[in-house]
């Protein structure tokens, strides 16, 4: 009998991070609730096929149909830390100290430092806790027992419960600073590129934000506010900063789609439909008109959340 000859097998394999819904605390300033959720999504490995949505739009139609398609790993609440609360409604923090009596300077830094890394637990928190937990249920995720279980998108660092986008990463990241978006115009942008932890004053108009919004990877915005990254930089919210690329199911032709809006279900469905299709552009605003059309070069279709 004769002797089979050797053979050699390629063999590779490859993992994926976890597709995540993090439900933002809406609020009265509910588009910085959704900026905070995205600076805290930004950092997470995985970052570029999650999405952010506002407490109270997870309930629309449109949106219920489109979250059914995205099938998410994991649907958790964004709690922010007492630090984040009070950048968005300055005062909190002073007005807890002035509820403490602390006659000691050193005990109070020590106190403040302390209450400012701790989550914080109001109202709005439990509501999205609340509309997390309905939404996993409906779309039966978080329930398989061999799967590690993500219950929140806590802002400490020291969170491990997911892969940190920065241990994995091989170039410079850089975002949008989390204090220039405070308008539904650059949070149009900043969800296509990611938030960064950085402070930068300065003015953006409107039509600004607009313009790199529509023009997503292309537009020169992202390296003015980080002149000094280099030109091998990406995006935190690019597919490349975490050594991923995108899956596509079957042949789809190109095509633009831009959602027309200002509420947060605007917002919602604009991140969940950028997940399901080749561009997908949200323009906010009164600036909106015929004369945004030649930012598309592509076909485009209109897809209004109302």
């Given at each position: 009998?004769?002797?089979?000859?050797?053979?050699f097998l390629p063999l590779s394999y490859a993992a994926r991070p976890p597709?995540?819904?993090?439900?933002?605390?809406?609020?009265?300033?509910?588009?910085?609730?959704?900026?905070?959720?995205?600076?805290?999504?930004?950092?997470?490995?995985?970052?570029?096929?999650?999405?952010?949505?506002?407490?109270?739009?997870?309930?629309?139609?449109?949106?219920?149909?489109?979250?059914?398609?995205?099938?998410?790993?994991?649907?958790?609440?964004?709690?922010?830390?007492?630090?984040?609360?009070?950048?968005?409604?300055?005062?909190?923090?002073?007005?807890?100290?002035?509820?403490?009596?602390?006659?000691?300077?050193?005990?109070?830094?020590?106190?403040?430092?302390?209450?400012?890394?701790?989550?914080?637990?109001?109202?709005?928190?439990?509501?999205?806790?609340?509309?997390?937990?309905?939404?996993?249920?409906?779309?039966?995720?978080?329930?398989?027992?061999?799967?590690?279980?993500?219950?929140?998108?806590?802002?400490?660092d020291d969170d491990h419960s997911l892969t940190p986008l920065a241990s994995?990463?091989?170039?410079?990241?850089?975002?949008?600073?989390?204090?220039?978006?405070?308008?539904?115009?650059?949070?149009?942008?900043?969800?296509?590129?990611?938030?960064?932890?950085?402070?930068?004053?300065?003015?953006?108009?409107?039509?600004?934000?607009?313009?790199?919004?529509?023009?997503?990877?292309?537009?020169?915005?992202?390296?003015?506010?980080?002149?000094?990254?280099?030109?091998?930089?990406?995006?935190?919210?690019?597919?490349?900063?975490?050594?991923?690329?995108?899956?596509?199911?079957?042949?789809?032709?190109?095509?633009?789609?831009?959602?027309?809006?200002?509420?947060?279900?605007?917002?919602?469905?604009?991140?969940?439909?950028?997940?399901?299709?080749?561009?997908?552009?949200?323009?906010?605003?009164?600036e909106v008109s015929l004369a945004s059309f030649w930012l598309f070069d592509?076909?485009?279709?209109?897809?209004?959340?109302?």
């Open positions: 009998m004769s002797e089979q000859p050797l053979t597709r995540l819904v993090v439900v933002a605390p809406q609020g009265d300033d509910w588009v910085r609730w959704a900026a905070a959720a995205l600076a805290r999504l930004s950092k997470v490995w995985g970052c570029s096929g999650s999405v952010v949505l506002p407490a109270e739009a997870i309930e629309h139609p449109a949106l219920q149909r489109c979250l059914a398609r995205l099938q998410s790993d994991h649907v958790v609440p964004y709690v922010p830390s007492w630090d984040t609360a009070d950048e968005i409604t300055p005062g909190l923090i002073e007005g807890l100290l002035a509820r403490h009596v602390i006659p000691d300077e050193a005990a109070r830094e020590e106190f403040e430092r302390s209450v400012r890394k701790e989550s914080w637990n109001a109202p709005v928190v439990a509501e999205a806790e609340a509309a997390a937990t309905a939404l996993r249920s409906r779309l039966a995720v978080n329930q398989r027992e061999d799967f590690l279980h993500v219950h929140h998108l806590f802002d400490a994995v990463a091989t170039a410079p990241l850089i975002g949008v600073p989390k204090s220039l978006v405070t308008t539904a115009a650059s949070l149009a942008y900043a969800m296509h590129v990611g938030v960064q932890e950085t402070l930068l004053e300065g003015l953006v108009e409107s039509r600004q934000w607009l313009e790199a919004a529509a023009r997503r990877d292309e537009s020169p915005l992202l390296g003015d506010f980080h002149p000094a990254a280099g030109p091998d930089a990406l995006a935190m919210m690019s597919h490349q900063a975490g050594l991923c690329v995108q899956v596509r199911r079957g042949y789809q032709p190109a095509q633009a789609t831009m959602v027309l809006g200002d509420r947060p279900e605007d917002f919602a469905l604009a991140q969940v439909l950028r997940q399901l299709h080749d561009s997908v552009v949200w323009l906010p605003g009164d592509r076909g485009h279709r209109i897809v209004p959340s109302r």
